[in-house]
């Protein structure tokens, strides 16, 4: 369990740090398998602090790339 006071979805907040639009995020976080969405994943990783959440969230939730990470966000 994790509790961010303040936070109602944070699907909505992860998806919004993606440079797409909402629905196209949407749709390829929802995918099985996006090589050029975990690229991308990757590049934001070295590029800002989103490394640390992204790495995190890996480990909490025992994802093997950032995209399924964001997936399994309720």
């Known amino acids: 369990m994790v ?27 929802r995918a099985r398998h996006d090589p050029e969405l975990d690229a991308a994943l990757t590049a934001a990783m070295a590029a800002d602090s989103s490394k640390w959440a992204i790495e995190h969230g890996r480990f909490a939730m025992g994802a093997d790339t950032p995209a399924r990470r964001l997936r399994r966000l309720p």
């Open 3 to 29: 509790a961010f006071d303040g936070i109602l979805d944070l699907g909505d907040i992860s998806a919004a740090s993606l440079p797409l639009p909402s629905a196209e995020a949407e749709r390829r976080l």
